[in-house]
């Protein structure tokens, strides 16, 4: 019996602290964390400018502005359980692949941007009107650094799903 209760409280104990670190979360440019629940917030003047909401654990509700924020932690909304940054003071950005390369991806877009070792995100759209081979160029110089990668990337056609591919499993093979 008590060895029953001992396994209750542990098992307790470990369900509410995978609770409490599941929370939504942005993080601001001075490094402030604001721990609430984050929603899409509609423009109605400009339903195609995508916009976030953050109600605080207070129950405040502001509009998160790019301009101030570097992180927003999404879990239960929209866009589903993920990390959301921001470009240019302006646009929020879905990180997708998360490693050596990052890929971001523009909320409710098609362009694509990458950074490698933490560097500034560029733009190096390789979907939407791209072609195949634009595609591949812009990826090319993030990769040739390992030759392994760099050989199976050149055999394969400009896809999205293969630019993703092979940026996974360069970013695999760099750890």
Not at 95 to 109: A, F, T
Not at 151 to 162: A, H, P, T, V, Y
Not at 163 to 175: C, E, G, P, R, V
Request: contains cysteine; proline residues 2%; aromatic residues 12%.
């Amino acid at each position: 019996m008590r060895t029953l209760k001992i396994f209750t409280v542990f098992f307790f104990l470990l369900v509410t602290k995978n609770i409490a670190q599941e929370k939504e979360y942005i993080v601001t440019n001075r490094n402030d964390t604001v721990y609430g629940t984050i929603t899409r917030a509609i423009n109605y003047l400009n339903t195609a400018e995508v916009r976030y909401k953050i109600k605080d654990e207070y129950g405040n509700n502001d509009l998160i502005d790019p301009a101030e924020v570097k992180i927003i932690r999404s879990i239960n909304g929209v866009d589903g359980d993920c990390f959301i940054a921001t470009i240019y003071n302006e646009w929020f950005l879905k990180i997708i692949i998360s490693g050596k390369i990052n890929v971001y991806q523009l909320v409710d877009g098609v362009l694509f941007f990458t950074s490698k070792d933490d560097s500034e995100m560029k733009s190096t759209d390789f979907g939407g009107f791209n072609t195949r081979e634009n595609g591949l160029n812009r990826i090319r110089p993030l990769i040739e650094d390992d030759p392994i990668i760099l050989e199976e990337f050149n055999s394969l056609k400009g896809s999205q799903k293969n630019i993703l591919y092979i940026i996974q499993k360069y970013n695999d093979h760099a750890k």
